[in-house]
């Protein structure tokens, strides 16, 4: 399991728990420990499913030609969109579409698990989400560079966050999206998870 980790995320955490004074009660849960084959193993269940399997295929073949002008297009118009009160047509788009109306599902399902669920195609590129990214190409981020450029059964985790507003551990699980038939990556999805949650299910 060890080589999912983000090097140097075990002192990332242990100096957060430190720097957040009283409001972290407890230090951060045991990430390494807590994401564990099964709990990977049901992220990667997650994204074989149909709706995302077609939706990713889809959109690589929409976005095939993209160039990286268009793709800096796209990722500010997302942006824009973000700080915007009127229409927002891209985000719309993007989260009316079935990938994202599965995501929000699961994300529901899960009870406080995730709190949050984005699917990216072979180009960083947002396929779908359980709500608003702050922007559109995560293509040079590791979140896609540690997954999708490392095969179809990479998997990365970042260093773990305290979130204040909920006073719980958070950290993002990244985690290739396979082409079910052939193996091969065909993009990736990052998952945030309630550290804090996933602790108490597990003692439970």
Do not use: C
């Amino acid at each position: 399991m060890n080589n999912y980790f983000k090097q140097g995320s075990l002192a990332v955490a242990v100096l957060a728990t430190l720097n957040s004074g009283a409001l972290a009660e407890t230090p951060a849960p045991d990430a390494s420990a807590l994401l564990t084959d099964t709990v990977i193993g049901a992220l990667r269940q997650i994204v074989m499913d149909d709706v995302i399997q077609i939706s990713v295929k889809a959109q690589n073949a929409r976005h095939a030609s993209l160039d990286a002008a268009k793709i800096d297009e796209l990722d500010k118009m997302w942006r824009a969109e973000t700080e915007a009160t009127g229409k927002q047509p891209l985000i719309a788009r993007t989260l009316s579409n079935p990938a994202s109306i599965f995501l929000l599902r699961k994300q529901a399902q899960a009870l406080g698990l995730y709190s949050e669920i984005f699917l990216m195609d072979d180009k960083g590129l947002n396929v779908g989400q359980s709500s608003v990214t702050s922007d559109y190409w995560q293509g040079d981020e590791d979140k896609w560079q540690k997954t999708f450029l490392k095969g179809g059964e990479a998997v990365f985790v970042d260093a773990p966050e305290w979130h204040e507003d909920s006073h719980t551990w958070r950290v993002q699980v990244n985690v290739s999206v396979a082409d079910a038939a052939t193996g091969k990556p065909i993009g990736a999805v990052t998952f945030e998870m309630n550290l804090t949650e996933l602790e108490r299910r597990t003692r439970a």
